[in-house]
C-alpha cells in the first residue's frame, strides 16, 4: 500500500479513479501546476472531461517525480476527504490484488434511512446574532461553541438541576423529529438522563386546542390512557411542583402573538407554575428573541440544530439514490453551485433537491435548475404531478407537465384547468400569511385541496377535531407568495418584513422566466432604494444593497433596467451571506465592469470562485480587499486567491499578519500580472536585523529581476505602510528602481512612522517615471503625537508631503517639523519649481470661549493661510526655498489679517515670489493637549497655547474696563 502511495499514478487511472470534473482547476493549483498552461485549458472550447484529462497529463509531463501520495493530500487539503479515502480503499484493494491474488470485496452500501439527525450546538446568548447568519462549517470552527450529542441535551450546565432549554433551527431542520425522538427514548428506557423523569408531557403548540388552555390541567386532554385519574394527576404534579416533570414544548413560533406574553404556556416557560419541571421549547430563530430572557447561566440551555455538514449531506444522497454513481453525479452538481449548496445543510431542503434531480435523471434531462426559481419552478410541478396522478386526474407517469407553473395561462391544459383556481388561493394565502408573519394556517383551509403542496396534521382531543395545515417548508410558501405578487400587481401591499428578501428573489426570477418586461412600481422602487452611491478616495462607486444582490442572480439585466449610470463600478459593503459573494463572482464573470469587494473569511472567496466559475470567461474586474483575521482562516485565504483567475485582480489590499506571510503575498502578487495598484501593510511588530518586507522587495535585501513588483507591468499606484522603518531600511529597499524611466510607476505613496523624509524625497528626479508622490508621518519628528484632537483640518495632526511632476510642487502641511527635520539629516538633493505649506494668524474678531479648563471648546480665532513661494524663470534647490519660504512668514506676520481675504502676491530677493491665501473663510480648529514628556517641545503648539493665554487675558481685562465704564456711566 505505502510502495503503491510513493509511486507514479497513470494517466488512465486517474481519469478513471479521481476524475473529479468540477474541481480540476482546483486541483491543478494545489498541484502547483503552471498557471498559464493551466488558463489555457481552462479557456479552451472543450468539455470538462477533457480540461481535467489535460490537467493531469500537464501533471505528469511536468512532474517526473509525481506520486499518488501528494495528490491524495491535495484533495484533503480541498476539504473533498470522501473521494480522497476512495481513492485510497482502491490502492489497498489493488495492493491486497498485487500481493495475494485474493478477490477484490466490495464495501456495503448502508440501508436508506429516514432520518439523519443533524448535529447539535450549546450555544451562549453572545453568539446569538452571529449563529444566526452562518453555516455549519462556520459555527463548528467557532472555539465558543460546543458540539454535542442527543443524549446531553438534558445534561446539568451546574450543580443545580436544569430548568429550562432553548431548542433553534429553520424550519425543516429537525426540530419535531428531535422532540419525538427524546419522547421514544424516554418510552423505551433507552436515554439515562430521560430515565430521571417520571412524566414526559410532548406539547405541540400548532394545535388549537392547547391555545384554549388556561391551566395546568387542560394540558393533559390528549391523554388517551382511561386508567389515568386526571384530577389526581393534575393534584400530585402540583404537589410536588412539577419535580421529576419534563415538558417538551414543540413550535413556539407556532404560537398566537397574544399568548406569548400571558398564557399558561408563558408561566411554565418562566417557573411561575411548576418551578420544579424542566421545559424544553423548540422554536424557529425568528420568533425566539423573547425567550432568551428565561436563559439563565446556571440553570439554562440554548441549542441550535444547524443541519447536515459537507459529510452528512453526501452520506444522505447515498442513500436517498442508493446509487454510487448517482449520488457522484449530484456531488458534481450541486458543489458548482452555491445557491444549491447552501440549502443542503437543511434536511427537509436536502430531501427536496434530491427528489429534483433524481427526476431529472429519471427524463434524462441534463438541463438542471441553477437559481432558486427554477429549482422551485420543478419542485412544484413535481408535487403537482403527484398529485394529479394520486386524484387520478392523469394515469399516464409520462404525462409532460408545462414547462413553468405561475401564471393562469400556464393552466390551459384541460387536465389543468380545475387546478388554477385552488392553485391561486393557495398562493393567496401564501402572501398573506408571509406579510403577517403567519405559517400555520387552521380552519381556513379545512375544504380546501391543498395539491400536496401543504403538510396537514389532524388530531382528536375528546370529541374534537382539531386540524391545521402548512406548507411544506417556508421557501416554499414565499415562493407561492411571490406567485401571487407576479399574478397581482394592482393594490398589493408589501411590508418591511424579514423574509422580503427572499419573495423579490422569486419574483424577478418568475418574470424572467416568463419573459416580462414590466415589473410592479412597488417593487421597482423598493429596489431601486437598495442602490446607493458611494465615494471612496475619491473614486464613485454603486453600493448595491443585499435585496438587490439577491435578485440579480435570478436577472442581472436589473443592472441596467434599474437606472443605473452606464459607466459605473460597483462596491458592495455589506455582503452577508456565501450566497452573496457567490452572487458578486457571477456579475464579475458576466459583466465588464469593476468591482471592489472586501473578504473577511476563505469560505467567502471560495463562494465567490464558484460564482466566477459559474460562467465560462471572466469579463470584470476585481479591486480585492484581503481582511482576513486568523493564521489558519489567512493560509486557506491565500490559497483561494491562487484560483482566481491571473487576469481578474487588478487592485489588491492586504495585510501580513506575521514575517511567515510575505513569502505568500508575493506568490499573490506574482499570480496577478495586471495589477495597477498594490496596498501592502506591514505587520506591526519590531523589524528585526533582516528585514522580512526587504525579502519581500529586495530579494537578499538586494533588487533583482525576480522581484514581483518588478514584473508587474502595469503597476501605476504603489502603497506602502510600513511601521518602524529607519534610514537604513528604506536605504536598502533602493524604491528608486521602480521608478526609473520607462517604469509603469506614477503614484508613490508611504506612511509611516518617522520617515526619513529625505531619503524619498531623494526620487523627485526630473528624469523619473513618477508623477506624484505623497509621503505621511503617523508621528512628529519627536516622537510624540502632534495633536490629539484637530478639528476642521484637511488632516488630522498627520505630516502631509506631496511632489506633483506636473507643476514641480513640493507641497507641506506642517513647516516647522519638516524644517527641523531636515536640519537633523542631509537636505535632499532636489530642485524644484515652487514650495507651498500653511501657517495660522491671528483673527482679531473671533469670539471664543473655554467649555473646560483642558479642551478648547470652540476656536475660531485662528485663520490658515496657505503659503506659496515659486519662481518663474528656472528651478532651485530645496534650501533656497527653505530660505525664501522663512522669509515669507516674517512678510506675513507684518501684513494684517484682514489684508488675507484675497490672494496676495509679494517679490521676495532671488528672483522668487510668495502668495498668501486665506484657505479657511471663517474656520477654525480645536486644539488638544499633545501627548507629550518633558523632552518634547513643539513650537506650533506652544504658540497656540501663549496666544491663548494672552488672548483669555485680554478678555478678563476687556470685560473689567467694559463693566468699570458701565458703573461710570451710570
Known amino acids: 500500500m505505502e510502495s503503491l502511495l510513493d509511486s507514479r499514478p497513470s494517466l488512465q487511472e486517474l481519469m478513471q479513479q479521481v476524475c473529479l470534473e468540477s474541481r480540476w482547476h482546483e486541483i491543478g493549483v494545489m498541484l502547483d501546476l503552471n498557471s498559464e498552461k493551466l488558463d489555457a485549458i481552462r479557456y479552451s472550447s ?116 436544569l430548568r429550562f432549554v432553548l431548542i433553534e433551527g429553520e424550519p425543516g431542520i429537525g426540530k419535531s423529529t428531535l422532540a419525538k425522538e427524546l419522547v421514544l427514548r424516554w418510552a423505551k428506557g433507552s436515554d439515562e438522563l430521560m430515565n430521571n423523569y417520571d412524566i414526559v ?93 428565561f436563559l439563565h447561566e446556571h440553570d439554562s440551555k440554548r441549542i441550535s440544530l444547524r443541519g447536515f455538514d459537507s459529510t452528512k449531506i453526501e452520506e444522505y444522497a447515498l442513500q436517498y439514490f442508493n446509487d454510487k454513481d ?32 433524481n427526476d431529472f435523471i429519471a427524463t434524462n434531462n441534463k438541463q438542471y435548475p441553477k437559481t432558486m426559481t427554477s429549482l422551485y419552478n420543478h ?101 407561492f407568495a411571490a406567485v401571487y405578487l407576479a399574478n397581482n400587481k394592482q393594490d398589493i401591499e408589501i411590508r418591511n418584513i424579514p423574509s422580503l428578501k427572499v419573495i423579490f428573489i422569486f419574483y424577478v426570477g418568475i418574470r424572467k422566466i416568463m419573459g416580462a418586461r414590466d415589473m410592479d412600481y412597488v417593487v421597482f422602487d423598493i429596489l431601486k432604494n437598495n442602490i446607493s452611491q458611494y465615494t471612496d478616495n475619491g473614486d464613485e462607486y454603486v453600493d448595491i444593497g443585499s435585496v438587490l444582490l439577491g435578485c440579480l442572480y435570478e436577472d442581472d439585466s436589473l443592472l441596467y433596467n434599474i437606472g443605473l449610470p452606464v459607466n ?36 467567502q472567496i471560495k463562494a465567490f470562485n464558484k ?72 505587520p506591526a511588530l519590531q523589524w528585526p536585523s533582516e528585514n522580512p518586507l526587504l525579502k519581500l522587495i529586495t530579494p537578499a535585501l538586494q533588487w533583482s529581476s525576480e522581484n514581483p513588483l518588478l514584473k508587474l507591468k502595469k503597476l501605476n499606484i504603489l502603497s506602502i505602510l510600513a511601521i518602524n522603518l529607519d534610514e537604513n531600511d528604506f536605504a536598502r529597499l533602493k524604491l528608486g528602481q521602480l521608478v526609473t524611466p520607462g517604469r509603469p510607476l506614477k503614484k508613490l505613496y508611504v506612511e509611516n512612522y518617522c520617515i526619513p523624509y529625505n531619503d524619498i524625497l531623494n526620487l523627485i528626479k526630473m528624469q523619473t517615471s513618477l508623477e506624484e508622490l505623497v509621503i505621511q508621518d503617523r508621528v512628529d519628528t519627536h516622537g510624540t503625537l502632534t495633536y490629539s484632537l484637530v478639528w476642521n483640518l484637511e488632516l488630522s495632526g498627520r505630516q502631509h508631503i506631496q511632489w506633483t511632476k506636473s507643476t514641480n510642487n513640493l507641497m507641506v502641511h506642517y513647516y516647522e517639523k519638516f524644517f527641523y527635520h531636515l536640519k537633523k539629516r542631509k537636505l535632499p538633493t532636489i530642485r524644484l519649481s515652487s514650495f507651498t505649506s500653511f501657517t495660522y494668524i491671528k483673527n482679531r474678531n473671533s469670539d471664543y470661549y ?34 525664501a519660504f522663512s522669509e515669507c512668514i516674517i512678510l506675513l506676520k507684518k501684513l494684517p489679517v484682514e489684508r488675507i481675504d484675497k490672494t496676495i502676491t509679494k517679490k521676495l530677493k532671488n528672483n522668487f515670489t510668495c502668495m498668501f491665501a486665506d484657505a479657511e473663510q471663517g474656520g477654525g480648529f480645536i486644539i488638544g493637549l499633545p501627548q507629550c514628556d518633558h523632552k518634547c517641545h513643539n513650537t506650533e503648539y506652544d504658540s497656540a497655547i501663549n496666544f491663548i493665554v494672552k488672548t483669555f487675558i485680554l478678555i478678563l481685562i476687556t470685560v473689567v474696563l467694559n463693566d468699570i465704564k458701565h458703573r461710570y456711566n451710570q
Open 568 to 603: 459605473h463600478s460597483f462596491y458592495s459593503r455589506s455582503p452577508n451571506t456565501n450566497f452573496d459573494y457567490y452572487i458578486l463572482g457571477y456579475l464579475v464573470a458576466v459583466h465588464k465592469s469593476t468591482y471592489k469587494i472586501g473578504f473577511s473569511n476563505s469560505d
Open 611 to 682: 460564482g466566477l466559475q459559474s460562467h465560462s470567461t471572466v469579463s470584470g474586474k476585481l479591486l480585492l480587499r484581503f481582511l482576513i483575521k486568523g493564521f489558519d482562516e489567512r493560509h486557506k485565504g491565500f490559497k483561494e486567491l491562487l484560483l482566481m483567475p491571473s487576469h481578474l485582480v487588478i487592485e489588491i489590499l492586504i495585510l501580513p499578519s506575521n514575517y511567515s506571510e510575505i513569502s505568500e503575498f508575493c506568490g499573490i502578487i506574482s499570480r496577478f500580472p495586471l495589477l495597477q495598484e498594490v496596498l501592502l501593510v506591514t
Open 379 to 479: 419542485y412544484v410541478r413535481i408535487l403537482l404531478k403527484r398529485h394529479l396522478i394520486d386524484a387520478g386526474f392523469i394515469s399516464d407517469l409520462d404525462y409532460d407537465m408545462p414547462q413553468r407553473l405561475m401564471l393562469e395561462t400556464d393552466f390551459n391544459d384541460p387536465l389543468l384547468q380545475s387546478v388554477w383556481k385552488n392553485f391561486s388561493f393557495l398562493s393567496k394565502i401564501a402572501y398573506d400569511g408571509v406579510m403577517n408573519q403567519q405559517y400555520i394556517f387552521g380552519k381556513e383551509l379545512c375544504n380546501v385541496d391543498k395539491m400536496s403542496m401543504m403538510d396537514t396534521i389532524a388530531n382528536f382531543f375528546v370529541f374534537e377535531k382539531d386540524e391545521s395545515s402548512s406548507f411544506l417548508h417556508t421557501t416554499l410558501q414565499e415562493y
Open 46 to 161: 472543450v468539455s470538462e472531461r477533457t480540461k481535467t484529462n489535460d490537467m493531469y497529463k500537464l501533471w505528469l509531463d511536468s512532474k517526473p517525480q509525481a506520486t499518488r501520495r501528494e495528490l491524495v493530500q491535495v484533495l484533503k487539503d480541498m476539504e473533498l476527504n470522501r473521494q480522497a479515502a476512495e481513492y485510497k480503499e482502491y490502492l489497498r484493494h489493488q495492493s491486497i490484488e498485487n500481493t495475494t491474488l485474493r478477490p477484490r470485496s466490495t464495501r456495503p452500501v448502508p440501508k436508506k434511512s429516514s432520518v439523519i439527525l443533524p448535529p447539535l450546538k450549546n450555544v451562549t446568548k453572545s453568539t446569538a446574532e452571529w449563529l444566526h447568519s452562518t453555516t455549519p462549517n462556520d459555527v463548528v470552527q467557532n472555539e465558543e461553541v460546543m458540539k454535542i450529542q442527543i443524549e446531553d441535551i438534558l445534561k446539568p450546565v451546574s450543580e443545580e438541576r
Open 201 to 293: 408531557f410532548l406539547i405541540q403548540l400548532r394545535f388549537e386546542t392547547y391555545h384554549k388552555a388556561t391551566s395546568i390541567e387542560h394540558l393533559f386532554v390528549d391523554l388517551d390512557d382511561q386508567s389515568i385519574n386526571m384530577t389526581e394527576l393534575h393534584v400530585e404534579i402540583k404537589k410536588r411542583k412539577g419535580a421529576g416533570i419534563l415538558w417538551i414544548l414543540d413550535g413556539f413560533d407556532e404560537l398566537p402573538s397574544h399568548l406569548k406574553s400571558n398564557s399558561v404556556l408563558m408561566k411554565l416557560i418562566k417557573g411561575d407554575n411548576l418551578s420544579k419541571s424542566t421545559v424544553i421549547v423548540t422554536s424557529r430563530p425568528v420568533a425566539s428573541d423573547q425567550l432568551l430572557h
Open 850 to 883: 473655554f467649555k473646560s479648563v483642558d479642551m478648547l471648546s470652540t476656536w475660531n480665532s485662528w485663520t490658515r493661510v496657505n503659503v506659496t513661494v515659486y519662481s518663474k524663470s528656472t528651478t532651485f534647490k530645496l534650501n533656497h526655498f527653505i530660505d
Open 326 to 357: 448517482k449520488a457522484s453525479k449530484f456531488h458534481s452538481y450541486y458543489s458548482g453551485n452555491i445557491v444549491i449548496e447552501s440549502m443542503l445543510y437543511n434536511p427537509l431542503n436536502c430531501f427536496i433537491v434530491c427528489t429534483i434531480f
